[in-house]
């Protein structure tokens, strides 16, 4: 039984939008003490994101592109792995640092973990991961959403002491299906309108443009208006590092050029799940893990 927790950000369960200056801070832990430079932990506080190249050595770029499509293949129609409408084509597999050892070790690594640690302020675990696909011609895109606002009210995060790191599978080109981040959005929590229905988290990852859980249309003109947005570009390997509230999404990929990325949340032990805060029941644990357990 998960134990009783003031909502801080009440969100759905609304006939509109609001929006409000987030009360909890985006760095959690001290400037120092982690691989990030003060400098790059001062632009992560600042605007939401960090980005930074050669993340990864080719070699693991390799293998992390042949582990997406193993899992694919093996998987089948494992609840786990998600597919695009129409085509079948994978959209996201799930779970991957369950399901694969080299996800594990990559995810573990100081340069990687570490930087989760460092700028959430203590021992973290992996809340969701996944491989994201987004095949030349076919790939869908992702709506614009917070992060947050999901894990809060599906999963019962309390607060958005948690991150995400992106990992560049193949070239992030600015035509190809890239993220996309309004900077400094971070700092604004967005409640949405709605309920969310039953059941509704399998819809969610394939409808491109959801009935609850995203901002409508003029609250999002509103801030790209005030924010701005920014497009990353970078070779397979490098990696964005980016809060749960920064508002973002991307286009569809209708070049000939794929996009993969391996996609790791990182949330505190500080900050671990309770009730969903908007939702009947949690979503499943490949989305929201209830194994609190911190990475060694």
Not at 154 to 183: F, H, K, V
Request: with cysteine.
């Amino acid at each position: 039984m998960f134990a009783a927790v003031k909502d801080q950000y009440p969100t759905r369960s609304r006939t509109t939008c609001e929006s409000f200056e987030r009360p909890d801070p985006v760095v959690w832990g001290a400037a120092t003490g982690g691989p990030l430079a003060a400098e790059a932990v001062a632009e992560y506080d600042r605007r939401g994101f960090h980005t930074a190249e050669a993340l990864l050595p080719a070699n693991d770029v390799g293998n992390l592109l042949e582990e997406t499509s193993r899992l694919g293949l093996e998987l089948g129609d494992d609840e786990r792995v998600i597919r695009e409408q129409g085509s079948g084509d994978v959209r996201s597999v799930f779970d991957v640092h369950l399901l694969s050892d080299l996800v594990t070790s990559i995810i573990r690594r100081p340069e990687i973990a570490g930087i989760a640690r460092q700028l959430l302020g203590s021992e973290v675990y992996v809340h969701q991961s996944r491989l994201n696909v987004k095949p030349g011609f076919r790939g869908g895109p992702f709506y614009w959403h917070s992060d947050f606002e999901t894990w809060h009210a599906e999963d019962g995060m309390p607060r958005p002491r948690a991150l995400s790191i992106s990992l560049a599978l193949t070239e992030n080109y600015g035509y190809n299906g890239g993220l996309m981040i309004m900077p400094g959005s971070h700092r604004t929590f967005v409640s949405c309108a709605g309920d969310t229905p039953e059941n509704y988290f399998r819809e969610s990852l394939v409808t491109h443009v959801p009935p609850t859980g995203s901002p409508d249309e003029d609250h999002l003109t509103r801030m790209a208006a005030e924010f701005g947005i920014s497009t990353f570009t970078g070779s397979a390997g490098s990696a964005t590092v980016f809060d749960s509230n920064c508002m973002h999404g991307s286009n569809g990929n209708i070049t000939p050029f794929p996009r993969s990325n391996l996609f790791v949340v990182f949330n505190s032990v500080e900050n671990t799940l309770v009730e969903p805060f908007a939702a009947q029941s949690p979503r499943p644990s490949y989305l929201g893990s209830r194994d609190f357990t911190p990475l060694p």
